[in-house]
């Protein structure tokens, strides 16, 4: 849905405790929450029309923010 956050704690609920003790427990999972999130709050604000870019750039973010999100959840699955 456009305009939506996608936020891990708000898309995976059930989550909620296994990403808070990564956050604290693993470094590179940490990083990658960080990178993760600011990618998306960067996408949110281009869809919002707070930022304007290009279309390629916007989506080239959505995919990053895809392929992060990919990780993060294989991690959040394996601990």
Same mark, same amino acid.
């Given at each position: 849905?456009?305009? %939506?956050? !996608?936020?891990?704690? $708000? +898309?995976?609920?059930?989550?909620r405790e296994? #990403?808070?003790?990564?956050?604290?427990?693993?470094?590179?999972?940490?990083?990658?929450?960080? %990178?993760? !999130?600011?990618?998306? $709050? +960067?996408?949110?604000?281009?869809?919002t029309g #707070?930022?304007?870019?290009?279309?390629?750039?916007?989506?080239?973010?959505?995919?990053?923010?895809?392929?992060?999100?990919?990780?993060?959840?294989?991690?959040?699955?394996?601990?």
């Amino acid at each position: 849905m456009l305009n %939506e956050k !996608h936020d891990l704690i $708000h +898309e995976l609920p059930e989550y909620r405790e296994t #990403i808070h003790n990564l956050k604290i427990s693993d470094n590179h999972f940490s990083r990658l929450f960080d %990178e993760y !999130h600011e990618i998306d $709050h +960067e996408v949110h604000r281009i869809e919002t029309g #707070i930022e304007t870019t290009s279309d390629e750039y916007l989506e080239s973010k959505k995919k990053q923010r895809l392929h992060l999100k990919d990780e993060l959840l294989q991690m959040i699955k394996n601990a």
